[in-house]
């Protein structure tokens, strides 16, 4: 029996050490996978690419910000959704963690808002599209903290009221003093939404297909000063007058606007579809056209001024005018009874045959 006991113990405390480590691997195994799952786990109806950092979401099912994008994730893209509002912190993690987002592509979201911060927390975004969305609302601090931002893409995105406060916005922060690229076509902008070039670091500015009629002298100013621009402004309806005189000279002496020959005249009528490049000096130029204007006032004041000197005469040589008239009047009256008196002659035989 004290041999059976002591065997009985051995084999229990070899059984307690087994279980203890069976139970430690067990835990460990757990934790390894809880942690993998995590590292790897991708939004709901998302397509996640860890080798590329690309997430993809897409279908209109989501109607706010995922908020468990990955953290090795460097592209976004979410379309197609209906998101109405970024509301302020959208991209920032309750623990604080920044996201290494580079690329964040927003478009055809049906986005209305885009409130104060809203995209603090992806301090190393290099390009965002907002294109496609209708913006009615975008606050002052709107692309607050995006101090590496490249590309900014609002293209078909700008409601009116967005519109008078994009400039607020643009200019509202000291963040985007990188940007490079600037795309803001099919918004109907009238003007250039940017009043101080120096306070980007723009390359590119697209504003194709708008309402802008005329380049003001001091956006032209600005251009002359800022050479390394270049601007897209094809697409637009031109007024080709005198008032773009120093928008026309510009695109003669600089080659900053890369599709100028694509530039048409939409007004007036007898210049429509006229390239710009095509124009002459004489057609823009308000000096001669001022001049034009006025000589054809001073030619009318001088008709008119004629026109009353000789009614003038006509009425101080009435009583002269009057005798020459009734002299006239006179003269015509005897030659008429000459003519009458031989048309009797001629048309009695009586007075024929006496003649003969």
Known sequence: MYYCSDVSRGVLSFLKGQCFCLLAEVVLVCLLFSSVKAEEEC??????????????CRGGEHTELPGDIPTWATTLILRGNNIS?????????????????????????????????????????????????????????????L???????????????????????????????????????????????????????????????????????????????????????SLNPFRCNCELESFYFWLKNSSQCVDAARLLCAEPDAKKGIPLERLRGEDVDCLNENLEAVSYVFLGIVMAMIGIVFLMVLYLNRRGIKRWLNNIRDACRDQMEVYHYRYEQDSDPRLANVAV
Request: hydrophobic letters at 40%; charged letters at 15%.
């Open 43 to 56: 939004p709901l109806s998302c397509i996640c690419v860890r080798d590329s950092g690309t997430v993809t």
């Open 85 to 145: 509002t970024l509301p302020g912190g959208a991209f920032s993690s309750n623990n604080g963690t920044e996201l290494e987002l580079t690329t964040l592509s927003l478009s055809h979201n049906g986005i209305m808002v885009i409130e104060a911060d809203a995209f603090t927390g992806l301090p190393r975004l290099n390009l965002l599209d907002l294109s496609h969305n209708p913006l009615v609302y975008i606050s002052d601090r709107a692309f607050h903290g």
């Open 147 to 233: 101090r590496e931002l490249r590309s900014l893409h609002l293209n078909n995105s700008l409601l009116a009221p967005a519109v008078a406060q994009l400039s607020n916005a643009l200019h509202g922060t000291e963040t985007l003093r990188n940007l490079h690229r600037l795309e803001l076509s099919s918004n109907r902008l009238k003007t250039i939404p940017i009043s101080r070039l120096d306070a980007f670091n723009l390359h590119t500015l697209v504003l194709t297909n708008n309402s802008i009629e005329n380049i003001g002298k001091e956006n032209i100013s600005s251009l002359y000063h800022h050479k390394r621009v270049r601007i897209y402004l």
